[in-house]
């Protein structure tokens, strides 16, 4: 089993953080806009992305089943 995940990431408006982007909503691509809610620390803050907005990142698996990390803790 691999230590790292690939996956697609959005930067939250409020806090932001880097949010950790379910992949049923990258693939729906008959979507032009995608809802997720940060699950940062006292954020919580629900908006709206175009799926083309997300970055594709290489998580180390603690921070991809946080489901948000900072970009300074991807060193």
Request: charged content about 25%; some cysteine; overall charge positive.
């Amino acid at each position: 089993m691999s230590d790292r995940i690939v996956c697609s990431c959005i930067t939250c408006p409020q806090c932001g953080t880097w949010v950790v982007v379910e992949r049923e909503l990258t693939r729906a691509s008959n979507k032009d806009k995608a809802n997720t809610t940060c699950p940062g620390p006292e954020c919580g803050k629900q908006f709206a992305f175009a799926v083309g907005e997300t970055k594709v990142f290489e998580l180390p698996m603690n921070l991809f089943e946080r489901r948000h990390f900072y970009r300074s803790e991807l060193t």
